[in-house]
């Protein structure tokens, strides 16, 4: 079967190619009855855009800036080391890749980044969310510069952002509660939250699911005051150890942020590494270790290297106003035990 080409379509519409080209490529200076034309005639005789030809007889390349918080969170600095990866790899597809830190639960340190860039010199920006004062007005304005928004790991729901790349926070926190429950059974008492910032919207979904169903399912155990650590390993040794001191009874631990190695030691300071029931987030080596001698009970994990790749892809397909595929975009929550860490 003959494929149909832009000459088909130019010779439809009774148009030049240069005229096809304008409106395949949204410039200006057509009039809308001739931009009609040319849609009926795409439509007509079924034209496919070939997008990567397209691209590479343009030679267009696609620049995009990660912001991402600095300091030592083990998740992010993964994230991190995939964004240097990828950018190595993506050149071959034509994709510039650069990675900007900026400070962690700094709104307008995140602001200042998102105002920084102009459509002149990226495709889209990748970010993780924070719902600060005014951040959805940043967004709005780089989104219209021109510029791709994609927010990472943490979302900002309503705002301007073209897409979201990361799990399903609530229904995370909903999974820990349902194995913490069950890790607990049958004895009854208390169970803590210990979360990096309630400014961050994927803490405050997890914290959500959490609690719905630790108030549905498991109505005898008592949920405690969270406990904001700001994802720092020193802050959250030293909240969990006043925890621990008040609440020595205390049964289960939900750690829905980022400081694994503060709970560890503050929990082998009390002894109580392995007879308090642990579920936190993400598969770093500090959790791998705390899952391999019994102090953590689960890890849920969400795949770096897909969410980098995936984020590239999104920002790609909207430059080239083309769809991507929801089911292959979509991050998963894995659970790991001690069990099937190597599997």
Do not use: W
């Not at 919207?201 to 650590?229: I, K, S």
């Not at 791998?288 to 995936?310: K, M, V, Y």
Request: hydrophobic content about 45%.
């Amino acid at each position: 079967m003959k494929r149909v080409t832009v000459h088909d379509v130019a010779a439809e519409a009774k148009v030049s190619l240069a005229t096809v080209d304008r409106v395949l490529n949204g410039r200006q200076g057509v009039k809308a009855t001739t931009i009609e034309k040319v849609t009926h005639a795409i439509e007509k005789i079924g034209f496919t855009r070939d997008t990567q030809a397209a691209n590479l007889a343009k030679r267009r390349v696609y620049r995009i800036c990660f912001l991402l918080p600095s300091g030592d969170n083990a998740f992010m600095q993964m994230l991190k080391q995939e964004a240097e990866s990828a950018a190595d790899i993506e050149v071959r597809n034509r994709t510039q890749i650069e990675i900007r830190e900026i400070p962690p639960f700094d709104g307008p340190a995140l602001i200042k980044a998102l105002d920084a860039i102009e459509a002149d010199q990226f495709t889209g920006v990748v970010f993780v969310a924070s719902d600060a004062p005014h951040v959805k007005q940043a967004i709005e304005r780089i989104a219209e510069r021109g510029v791709i928004p994609i927010t990472l790991v943490s979302d900002i729901p309503g705002s301007s952002r073209a897409h979201f790349v990361g799990i399903d926070n609530v229904a995370a926190g909903r999974t820990a509660a349902s194995l913490l429950g069950r890790f607990i059974r049958p004895q009854t008492g208390k169970v803590a939250v210990v979360a990096g910032s309630m400014l961050l919207r994927d803490h405050v979904d997890r914290r959500f699911g959490f609690e719905q169903v630790m108030r549905e399912e498991y109505p005898e155990l008592t949920l405690l005051p969270v406990l904001e650590a700001r994802d720092d390993n020193a802050t959250t040794e030293s909240l969990v150890n006043a925890l621990l001191t008040e609440h020595p009874d205390l049964l289960g631990i939900y750690n829905l942020g980022a400081a694994k190695r503060g709970l560890v030691a503050a929990l082998k300071q009390h002894q109580l590494a392995g007879k308090v029931r642990i579920v936190a987030h993400d598969l770093t080596d500090d959790a791998r270790e705390a899952l391999c001698d019994g102090t953590f009970d689960a890890i849920l994990n969400q795949d770096p290297p897909h969410q980098i790749r995936s984020a590239i892809r999104i920002i790609r397909a909207l430059a080239d106003g083309t769809s991507f595929l929801e089911s292959q975009e979509r991050i998963r929550i894995d659970i790991f035990l001690r069990d099937n860490l190597n599997t």
